[in-house]
């Protein structure tokens, strides 16, 4: 499993840019706006099926696919 994060992209609609999700950042370098995650999740719901959860430990890391890609901390 790995996260399916492609991209973060500006959430304001008359700008719509998107950066890479590599490195730290939170606001839009073109208008300052707050920046979301976008995933694919496509990709994901091949892996992130109710079985698969059922066998997952009960943590946030359960939805890996849909987080940010990290390494667990226990």
Not at 24 to 43: F, H, I
């Amino acid at each position: 499993m790995a996260s399916t994060m492609t991209h973060l992209e500006c959430s304001r609609r008359s700008c719509r840019k998107t950066v890479s999700h590599t490195q730290l950042q939170n606001l839009c370098p073109a208008c300052n706006s707050p920046l979301v995650a976008r995933y694919d999740l496509a990709r994901a719901a091949r892996t992130l099926t109710r079985e698969a959860l059922r066998g997952r430990a009960r943590t946030m890391w359960r939805y890996e696919e849909v987080l940010p890609g990290a390494t667990p901390v226990t």
